[in-house]
């Protein structure tokens, strides 16, 4: 099919979706596609009958697990969805997106370009090399970046934590985080909808992990980071009085990342940022009104005990005091399921969140989850393969609690067969494990339910940086939304995830076909609660949308 018949498709499959959503008040989408086909005028149309027909059992085949999501995204009746999201006329809510991982290439490429043709290319080509290894150089081309920018398949979270490097080498001014700013908000508006962005961003450079020391970045302030943001939003709004956005300075949980040189301990380092963010409120007050929250992020697989929270306790605590809430990117990852939890525990105790960043751990089902374990685990012993140090496998073997045959473990560690006897006691054993840490989720859950803490799902950063679960019908934000708990939708790093918050809507979209309502999705996103409206507005569109 030509390109110029491919898009008329496209059009006229979102005219009749347009049509269809808004006489049945944005229902299911199995049941909306259903009703396409037993429409009259699409019944006439052969070509739009065999795309919804196509469709519907690429989605029954989603569910089963055998069509993954590229498949569904590419076909003609999602992209018609897509134009459907895109000219829904509220803008929607980016409840999670971080600054560096969320400008394009070609906003990177030129200010790239400035740096290297300065007079320290040697320096940024050698932390270049350091980053992305010696075929990163020579950088020619808008494509080069995009290459480095965006994460590949297979990698993982330690390698997207490095690679937002890049866009960290460029946001070296108050005047470059003004530009970034904008930039993001027009490309969010004018690309996906959406008008209302809850930024994350580093405060302050300063750190003691090598990975993290950026050239020339000495003499950049917090307030030309935060002022410079501000400017730029404050910009975009100026011709777009709708559009709204959080500062939401984010810091790295990891003990050891501070500025050793300056600062004794992780909690002090903390403290001092905690003081400037006030500062800078004193200093500009009209600040308060976009930022007034803060987030903690990085890699928590060995950062879950009590002590490793208090360190940050007294600095957020003292936010508090000043009216600020407490965000966290917690329950991402994990040593092992059950410390997994533990960490939502603990920032929920210790730290007193309001919202919930992520939280996989608590929507992972530990029934399914230790028993592809067991079966994996299995197949090794069978195969006489030691189980590897420091795997998922290996970590959750080693919390369970064994009892009293501490020598089943060993042998299925080395890779010693185990008889039949020792493989039901295993089946015990992660039984009971499962049903524990199912207990203690629930535990949890309901607690931030009774708390009313909310949480940000962010299913493609899930998927794509942890192995938890592989396929996207897995994600728990449907069992979420039965459960009650107040939900939004982010991003992430969306560029390096390559997404994007519509492509976002409609995997969750394809993957709860039955349950999830439209009109459901739309209040989500648009935060709009109005339920009468959204039909009212669904109706406008169909008004509006004339096929040609
Ligand atoms: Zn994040």
């Known amino acids: ?183 993001m908000a027009f490309d969010l508006y004018t690309k996906y909808n959406v008008g209302n962005i809850r930024l994350k961003f580093t405060l302050s450079r300063s750190s003691s992990m090598q990975a993290e020391s950026i050239p020339g970045l000495g003499s950049l ?37 501070f500025d050793k040189s300056v600062f004794a301990s992780k909690k002090d380092s903390f403290l001092a940022q905690v003081s400037t963010i006030l500062k800078l409120i004193e200093k500009h007050p009209v600040l308060f009104n976009v930022m007034n929250e803060v987030d903690t992020v990085g890699d928590e697989r060995e950062l879950y005990r009590k002590t490793q929270f208090e360190e940050m306790k007294t600095g957020l605590r003292k936010l508090q005091y000043y009216g600020f809430s407490v965000r966290s990117h917690h329950g991402e990852t994990w040593k092992n399921l059950r410390k997994g939890v533990q960490s939502v525990d603990n920032a929920m105790n210790i730290w007193h969140i309001d919202t919930l960043e992520h939280g996989l751990s608590l929507g992972i089902n530990p029934n399914f989850y230790f028993q592809r374990l067991f079966q994996r685990v299995v197949e090794l012993n069978h195969a006489e393969t030691p189980v590897v140090p420091d795997s998922q496998e290996w970590n959750e073997l080693n919390d369970m609690d064994w009892g009293g045959h501490p020598e089943v473990l060993q042998k299925i560690l080395k890779g010693v067969p185990i008889s039949s006897s020792d493989e039901t006691l295993f089946l015990k054993t992660k039984f009971h494990s499962a049903h524990e840490i199912e207990h203690y989720q ?44 107040k939900l939004a939708v982010g991003t992430d790093n969306y560029i390096t995830l390559s997404t994007n918050y519509i492509q976002e809507m409609l995997i969750l979209l394809f993957n709860d076909p039955d349950n999830l309502k439209i009109t459901k999705l739309l209040m989500m996103v648009t935060k709009e609660n109005r339920r009468p409206y959204i039909s009212h507005l669904l109706w406008d569109m169909r008004k509006k949308f004339q096929p040609k």
């Open 1 to 183: 099919m030509s390109a110029k018949k491919h898009e008329q498709l496209v059009k006229l499959l979102s005219y009749h979706l347009t049509k269809m959503i808004s006489e049945s008040n944005g229902i299911s989408l199995n049941y909306t596609l259903e009703l396409m086909v037993h429409s009259e005028e699409i019944k006439g149309n052969e070509l739009l009958q065999k795309n919804i027909a196509e469709f519907r059992r690429l989605i029954h085949g989603h569910q089963q697990g055998e069509v993954d999501i590229s498949t569904l995204i590419g076909h003609p009746v999602a992209e018609a969805f897509f134009k459907f999201f895109k000219n829904f006329p509220l803008p929607y809510y980016e409840e999670h997106i971080h600054l560096t991982g969320s400008l394009s290439a070609d906003f990177i490429y030129p200010r790239l370009m400035n740096l290297l043709n300065g007079k320290d290319r040697v320096l940024y080509e050698n932390e270049i090399k350091k980053v992305y290894g010696e075929s990163a150089l020579p950088i020619q081309t808008i494509d080069d970046v995009d290459n480095l920018i965006r994460l590949k398949e297979g990698e993982q979270f330690n390698t997207y934590l490095k690679i937002l490097f890049l866009p960290k080498l460029i946001l070296n001014s108050r005047l470059a985080h003004e530009e970034a700013a904008y930039h």
């Open 221 to 257: 302030t917090e307030e030309d980071v935060v002022m410079g943001l501000y400017d730029g939003f404050m910009r975009f709004k100026k011709d777009h009085p709708f559009f709204q956005f959080v500062l939401s300075p984010s810091f790295r949980k990891e003990p050891d990342f």
């Open 442 to 485: 629930h535990d949890i859950l309901n607690r931030m339910l009774h708390k009313g803490v909310s949480l940000t799902s962010l299913p493609s950063s899930n998927l794509k940086l942890t192995s938890n679960f592989s396929i996207y019908k897995d994600h728990p934000f449907s069992w979420w939304e039965k459960k009650g708990v």
